[in-house]
């Protein structure tokens, strides 16, 4: 049997990220955490930190202002996984993977690398909305230079959260289901995908000694979890034994809505429009240049909305 890749995990102590370093760990792959300088006294950081530790993982400290550190921890690994946020209610960070791309490509010894998307794919959000289309266009900013540097590499487009997502019943602003009221985008009937954050790391660690993700976009596809937001509240209804008030915003409400929110706030909205008035995560099937995991990982019981939702009870 081949040798699992060593695995260098930039953005660790995030939301996403943490979940990466325990599904890299469970999966027996030896386990870099990037320890940056900038994390300081934030506690809560560094407990996490020793945690992982812990559990079997190697702290290496860098930065993204010290290009030699960069260089240094990338030489411990075969694969790079990025996990720094990109929503712009916390901080939007995605260009300074740049530095990262530059410190893999000085380097020369990384066999993959999965930069930090792990949303839409923003190779087919060409056409979105401003203020939010600079999420995807700095991603594809990344992608660019990835791909110009020669590095090989797998894209991860996940798709929706299911914390962002169906805790508010797919309302923005609600991070916990509601046992009154919800307000549907139009009629609620446009699907989109939503996917566990553990599966989402379970099914990323998968790809990255699999040759077939090699160079390559990977969607995340759970067949019954592609779902309109009325049929999650009928879920939800069923959990809990009670048919909930429905009201409506239409798509010209939302966005005269939209237009009065800061410059943050109209980034992530822009993107719920997106999702949730065109369907833009569901309205399309994948080619042939694509992967999916539902078919790659058959084995991998990912988890529906209905288990996910049961949490909320």
């Not at 209610?89 to 530095?99: A, F, S, V």
């Not at 991070?175 to 790391?201: C, F, T």
Request: aromatic content about 8%; some cysteine; hydrophobic content about 40%.
């Amino acid at each position: 049997m081949a040798m699992k890749s060593k695995v260098l995990i930039v953005g660790g102590t995030g939301y996403l990220g943490k979940r990466l370093v325990k599904a890299s760990l469970a999966q027996g792959h030896q386990t870099y955490v990037l320890q940056r300088k900038e994390v300081g006294v934030d506690i809560e950081k560094v407990q996490l930190l020793l945690w992982f530790k812990q559990l079997g993982a190697h702290l290496v400290t860098g930065s993204f202002n010290d290009h030699q550190s960069l260089v240094n921890a990338v030489k411990l690994v075969d694969v790079v996984i990025c996990a720094i946020s990109g929503v712009h209610i916390r901080t939007h960070q995605i260009l300074l993977q740049l530095k990262l791309v530059d410190a893999i490509k000085e380097a020369g010894n990384i066999k993959r690398f999965l930069p930090s998307e792990f949303g839409t794919d923003p190779a087919r959000m060409e056409n979105a909305m401003e203020p939010g289309r600079v999420t995807f266009d700095d991603k594809m900013v990344v992608r660019r230079a990835i791909e110009e540097a020669g590095i090989p590499f797998t894209y991860i487009s996940a798709n929706c959260f299911a914390g962002y997502f169906l805790g508010g019943l797919c309302q923005p602003g609600f991070i916990l289901p509601s046992r009154d009221h919800v307000r549907l985008h139009g009629d609620g009937n446009q699907k989109a995908i939503y996917v566990d954050e553990d599966d989402i790391a379970t099914y990323s660690i998968k790809t990255i000694d699999d040759p077939r993700t090699l160079n390559k976009t990977v969607y995340i596809r759970p067949a019954e979890n592609i779902l309109s937001q009325r049929e999650v509240v009928q879920i939800w209804e069923k959990l809990i034994g009670k048919e909930l008030l429905k009201s409506s915003i239409s798509e010209q409400e939302f966005l005269a809505i939209m237009k009065e929110q800061d410059y943050a706030e109209q980034v992530g909205l822009t993107h719920y429009y997106h999702v949730c008035y065109e369907g833009c995560l569901a309205n399309f099937e994948i080619g042939d240049e694509v992967e999916e995991t539902s078919i790659l990982y058959p084995e991998i019981k990912y988890t529906t909305v209905e288990e996910y939702m049961k949490r909320y009870l």
